[in-house]
């Protein structure tokens, strides 16, 4: 992995908010010799390659909202209000509101590096399994930061966003409604009081504008970006769906012995859940990629979506929703950059730039020098030079945090073998970067990761012999599973961050 340079981080930060490009001065640094190909490569896409039609699901979500989901809700409500008793009047813990925890033990192998300053370091609530659950893994992570960047609120809430999705197992007694494989839900964060609830992600059932029903929503849910009152949520194979904050509904059926999602007799429900968040768009490409497996072959007409990211940076309009393929094994993946139209357009604003009713690429690049990329993001800094940030992920290993640019030939970093470990960044395979700029008035210039990683205790009925008996969970001898999941803010100019390679 390239070794970071820090002016090049300083630069960024200079295009990234005014208030610090005092602060972020000084002589341009030189990259090293070049000493093989260069690891990120411009492409050149085809007239229709990877454009992306979009399928409008407004008017059947309105119909909803208006006729059915007419319990209506915001961030504030999800994120503060708690429930001891489920819609039938029982006592229901399960309901309640959950509490992000300092991270203890085994997990702190998940976080950044000691000598990276951890601006936030949060590990899951136990009381129900988050923490350790082996249906449940994390995914994708954005917050109110990326998506305002004002006072890094939405709705006047401070919030980190996380996508999860539901493994099934061969032995697992059911397989369907909610508890099929790849559902999708989203967890809403409350940076000050730590405290979140998981929603459900759903999508109406047609796209009528008189359309009664919904269901719930799958895939891999491995990127997502907020941006304005949208949250972007990537479907690997197919392409994009976005889902609209302004259509947080609550259900009239929750609590956990429920395990329906939709419409029944004149009734909601959200497979246990008391919110819905619904699907407003759904930006697909014209060919579903053929394989997004870890060593599948990289087919030239289909992406698969791995992850999300928003850059705002190169001007007032030239807004890009940037998304990344992961490939473990193969090197080559695309980064595609879409044009986004600003929360201030006349038209469609905070939705994807269309042109003949195709979405409109900004960029593309292929990334031979790379493989296993979880999570990304971009930016351009005052030098007018695009640079890239990346996560590699390594499975129970040391990860690798990369930042890069256009013609960097600097040798990269590796995972290594599971006796000398490569990498340079925490265990658990982190699975987003996001950047989050002010906090009210304040500039904090945070970048945000999660990890989704477990260690299994030798001869559990899920553990795969050489998935998780290397690195930290190598020499694991709990006798049940032990959790690597973190969410976490680090510096973005850190000095420490940005020497790691």
Known sequence: MARVRALRWKAALAALSTACIALLTGPAAGPAAAVDAPVVQSLTPGADQFRLTDTDYTAATTS???RYLTKHADLTDVVTTDYTVNSAGQTDGWLGLRQMSPCTGLEQAGLPPADVEKKVAWCWSSAYGDDTT??????????????????????????????????????????????????????????????YRHVLLVEPTSTSGSAADFTYVTGH??????????????????????????????????????????????????????????ETHRYFQAKKAPSCASDA???????????LALDKTGGGSTFKLVTGEWYGDTYGSRVV???????????????????????????????????????GMTWTDAQGTLNFAFSKGCGTKPAVLSHTWVGDTRPVTGCGSETTWGGNWGAGSPQALSYWPKLGATQVDELWGLTEGICRAKGDKHFAAGADDSGVCKNYGGTTTASLRTVFAVGFTDPAVQGRH
């Not at 249906?135 to 401070?158: E, K, M, N, V």
């Not at 072959?297 to 992850?307: E, G, K, N, Q, V």
């Open 134 to 195: 082996q249906h449940w893994f994390p995914q994708g992570l954005s917050t109110t930061g990326t998506a305002d960047g004002g006072d890094g609120a939405i709705q006047g809430r401070s919030v980190t966003a996380v996508a999860w999705h539901y493994t099934t197992y061969d032995d697992d007694t059911v397989t369907t409604g909610c508890k099929t494989n790849n559902l999708l839900k989203l967890t809403l964060i409350d940076r000050t009081t730590q405290k």
């Open 297 to 307: 072959p990289i087919d030239p007409a289909s992406l698969c979506f791995s992850w």
């Open 64 to 66: 909803l909202y208006n």
């Open 221 to 278: 849910g491995g990127g997502i970006a907020w941006y304005a009152n949208y949250l972007y949520v990537t479907d690997t194979a197919n392409g994009i769906r976005v889902f609209d904050l302004n259509k947080l509904a609550k259900v009239d059926t929750y609590g956990s012995g429920v395990s329906t999602a939709g419409m029944s007799g004149g009734k909601s429900s959200a497979c246990g859940y008391p919110y819905v968040l619904p």
């Open 337 to 375: 950059r879409y044009r986004l139209n600003p929360a201030s357009s006349a038209t469609d604003p905070g939705l994807l730039t269309t042109s003949a009713e195709r979405t409109v690429v900004q960029d593309a690049f292929t990334t031979p020098g790379y493989r296993g990329l979880q999570g």
